[in-house]
């Protein structure tokens, strides 16, 4: 079976950084689009990040450009999301999700495979 499982949340004080990872099982995210959406309380899930592993380029939601980095380390088949000058509003559950296909649409529907989540909580 599938399996994405994130780690790396917590709580931290705005301006700060965290390092969010998902490690995949069962398959290589070589051919896969990799994406990290995230839900707020009482919000839409928001796509925050997302790469197509085999070809590199990285795409970011506007709110993140900037503080927020993508990166991929193939032989421990693992997404991360580097996370720097985190604000409030940054607060959210985090999800891994994986597609596979030819494209790396933002749409959280397009994915077919995704993590449990991990809590992400900044302070002011």
């Known amino acids: 079976q599938v399996q994405l499982v994130e780690s790396g949340g917590g709580s931290i004080q705005a301006g700060g950084s965290l390092r969010l990872s998902c490690a995949a099982s069962?398959?290589?995210?070589?051919?896969?689009?990799m994406a990290w959406f995230r839900q707020g309380p009482g919000n839409e899930r928001e796509g925050v990040a997302r790469i197509y592993i085999s070809n590199g380029s990285p795409y970011y939601a506007d709110s993140v450009k900037g503080r927020f980095t993508v990166s991929h380390d193939n032989a421990k088949n693992t997404l991360y999301l580097q996370m720097n000058s985190l604000k409030p509003e940054d607060t959210a559950m985090y999800y891994c999700?994986?597609?596979?296909?030819?494209?790396?649409?933002?749409?959280?529907?397009?994915?077919?495979?995704w993590g449990q989540g991990t809590q992400v909580t900044v302070s002011s």
């Open positions: 999700a994986a597609r596979l296909g030819f494209d790396c649409p933002v749409n959280a529907q397009a994915y077919q495979y």
């Open positions: 069962t398959f290589s995210i070589f051919y896969y689009c």
